[in-house]
């Protein structure tokens, strides 16, 4: 009976199941899909419930494909900073704040000045405490909800209830931790002088191991729930922004990974903690124990190319004009799209524009533009994006010679050449790197009980795929390109601030 290991990931739109052998092959992998709340403008929840219907699905999926695997070893991943609020039963008390939801601004601003401002809350955490990451939750839940608040005795993030449901364990891991914004990233262990002085009782947030240590084995009522058998070591895993670096390959210095899911990630590893000067690129611990890892997180980047299709949809012509289709379309237009950009802020912004109340935007549009010049605008814009992230890890001495991309959108080869032209180096794709996280969590899986004996071996397994060398005349194009875009935030600002007035509201 040939071993594998169990990768599950739970993602915004849907939860992927993945087996991996022992030798790093893919045996199988599935995907259940489900849907997210959004009860008010700039809110985002989810009941904690679908994702467990959506994990007993996708894990169901593959296990019936390799009925005859020996599992060793399950590995979790899932979105981070979503807050999941457990009473003292261990029952979820309200839906789950998601990553992206923009709700707890004041509560954002509140926690830096209660900590001194932003350069002591960096010195204490090694993050600035952006809009969306669980630490403003805890507070804007506090705050508006107080009943609630009264009972809350457990916060967790996604893939640790999954991890409790599994097992009954209440744990994290460093890289879902250092994303609550409590975190000390440093010294990898929970900001106790931050949380004190915010009154968050410490007992809320779960003990915390490094990636790959095992947090728990599977429960009689797990096995039950989910069809696995009772007993299977369950390693800590990681978020899934984090995680997906070593699914690319991505675990030394010099290389960049851009992950083109609902939000768009460039991400870099790190020997050592290296906060930005302002906080506007993240700073997490690593999946390694010896590493750390930046990243630039836009919240739109597939997202956007959805609701793109979306609107389309609504048209008539949703059935017919398929994602490759629109893909074709842009095809069809060239490098600028003619004199077209598009600014990806469909749900305000994290980086490199920390701003919940950021709008999208098409400048240069005209009636000569064609659905290919829109839609390559679109795919272009979250190339922009991107580089606009690249600018401020140059300040902190983080290079890229080659790219390696990830998410749905690697499978584009033309987002994959419009970053080559943008950032002027090869780009390639990796195997299993399209899978996304659970693929990342498979792998830590087997570090965690030897099959590789570290991430850097672990990620030395994955084999190249495509390449995409850049034009150097294109690039000229988007650089042109790109000093226009970088100015129009700035430009645009006051107009989307003005635009948040209740006026226009729902």
């Known amino acids: 009976m040939a071993s594998a290991l169990l990768g599950i990931d739970i993602g915004t739109s849907g939860c992927k199941a993945l087996l991996l052998s022992a030798a790093g092959e893919i045996l199988a992998s599935s995907t259940a899909t489900y849907g997210l709340s959004q009860p008010r403008v700039g809110w985002s929840e989810q009941d904690p419930a679908v994702w467990i219907e959506g994990a007993r699905k996708a894990v169901g999926q593959v296990m019936a494909k390799c009925p005859d695997v020996e599992l060793i070893c399950i590995g979790l991943s899932g979105q981070m900073h979503g807050l999941t609020p457990l009473d003292k039963d261990k029952k979820v008390l309200r839906p789950a704040i998601l990553w992206n939801d923009q709700r707890n601004a004041a509560e954002a601003a509140d926690i830096t000045e209660m900590a001194g401002g932003l350069e002591a809350l960096i010195s204490q955490t090694g993050n600035r405490m952006l809009v969306g990451y669980t630490g403003g939750k805890i507070v804007w839940m506090k705050n508006h909800e107080p009943e609630l608040f009264a009972s809350l005795r457990h916060v967790l993030n996604p893939k640790d209830y999954l991890r409790f449901i599994l097992t009954g364990e209440l744990a994290t891991e460093v890289s879902d931790a250092s994303g609550t914004g409590l975190f000390d990233v440093r010294r990898r262990k929970w900001a106790s002088g931050l949380i004190e002085k915010l009154d968050i009782d410490p007992s809320l947030l779960p003990d915390c191991h490094e990636s790959h240590e095992i947090s728990g084995c599977v429960s009689a009522s797990g096995a039950a729930l989910f069809g696995l058998p009772a007993g299977v070591p369950v390693a800590g895993g990681g978020g899934d922004s984090v995680i997906q670096t070593i699914g690319s390959g991505v675990i030394e210095p010099g290389e960049l990974q851009t992950t083109i899911g609902t939000a768009g990630i460039l991400a870099a590893a790190l020997d050592r903690p290296s906060p930005s000067e302002d906080g506007r690129i993240q700073m997490f611990c690593n999946v390694a124990p010896s590493k750390w890892h930046a990243m630039g997180v836009s919240l739109n980047a597939g997202g956007a190319m959805g609701w793109f299709r979306s609107i389309l949809a609504e048209t008539g012509h949703g059935d017919q004009l398929t994602f490759d289709a629109?893909?074709?379309?842009?095809?069809?237009?060239?490098?600028?799209?003619?004199?077209?950009?598009?600014?990806?802020?469909?749900?305000?912004?994290?980086?490199?524009?920390?701003?919940?109340?950021?709008?999208?935007?098409?400048?240069?549009?005209?009636?000569?533009?064609?659905?290919?010049?829109?839609?390559?605008?679109?795919m272009e814009g979250v190339v922009h994006a991107f580089h606009d992230m690249h600018g401020l890890m140059k300040t902190m001495g983080i290079e890229g010679k080659l790219i390696k991309a990830s998410g749905g959108g690697a499978k584009s080869a033309l987002w994959r050449q419009i970053q080559a032209d943008m950032f002027g180096c090869d780009v390639v794709t990796t195997e299993g790197a399209a899978e996304g996280a659970a693929f990342g969590a498979a792998l830590i899986a087997g570090v965690g009980v030897g099959v590789w004996k570290?991430?850097?071996?672990?990620?030395?397994?994955?084999?190249?795929?495509?390449?995409?060398?850049?034009?150097?005349?294109t690039g000229d194009v988007y650089r042109k390109a790109h000093r226009i875009y970088r100015d129009l935030y700035a430009a645009l600002s006051p107009s989307f601030c003005a635009l948040n007035d209740p006026v226009f509201a729902d």
């Open 326 to 378: 629109i893909v074709e379309a842009a095809a069809s237009s060239k490098a600028g799209a003619r004199g077209l950009l598009f600014l990806p802020y469909l749900n305000g912004e994290r980086c490199p524009h920390p701003d919940p109340l950021a709008r999208g935007a098409f400048v240069g549009l005209t009636a000569r533009h064609t659905l290919g010049d829109i839609g390559r605008s679109v």
């Open 454 to 473: 570290d991430a850097t071996e672990a990620a030395g397994i994955l084999r190249e795929l495509t390449r995409e060398h850049p034009d150097d005349p």
